[in-house]
């Protein structure tokens, strides 16, 4: 799995979506070539593909804990709430554009637990 990124924008779409969403740190690589190529291929514009890549960065982030060891920290939320604000930017950045709303279908499900689920509708024990 590659990382590549030339620092121009302009070279390529790979890089513009990159220098979009803030996974250009080559010490910090959080999307490989792939996972930004799919993104670039799932849809018809390359803000829209940074917003959905920003997405699988937080989806990254949101499994890193905070880690304290002796009096240094490393608060890792902060981070997470950074890329939160950087995928509000490109929705407005779309919106913007005239691009209509970026959805989140994947993150709109059924949910598992409901109220009276666990209710005995016919009283028996």
């Known amino acids: ?34 996972e930004v190529a799919f993104e670039i291929s799932q849809t018809d514009s390359l803000l829209k593909a940074a917003y959905n890549s920003t997405r699988a960065i937080l989806k990254v982030l949101a499994r890193r804990v905070n880690k ?12 997470y709430e950074h890329y939160q604000g950087v995928l509000k930017e490109l929705q407005t950045e779309i919106i913007e554009d005239g691009q209509g709303v970026p959805t989140q279908s994947d993150d709109i499900h059924d949910p598992i637990f409901d109220v009276g689920m666990m209710d005995n509708k016919y009283g028996v024990y």
């Open 1 to 34: 799995m590659a990382w590549n990124y030339s620092g121009d924008p302009a070279a390529s779409d790979l890089d513009y979506v990159r220098y979009k969403c803030g996974d250009t740190n080559t010490l910090d690589q959080l999307l490989t070539d792939e």
């Open 68 to 79: 304290k060891i002796g009096p240094a920290r490393l608060d890792l939320e902060k981070q």
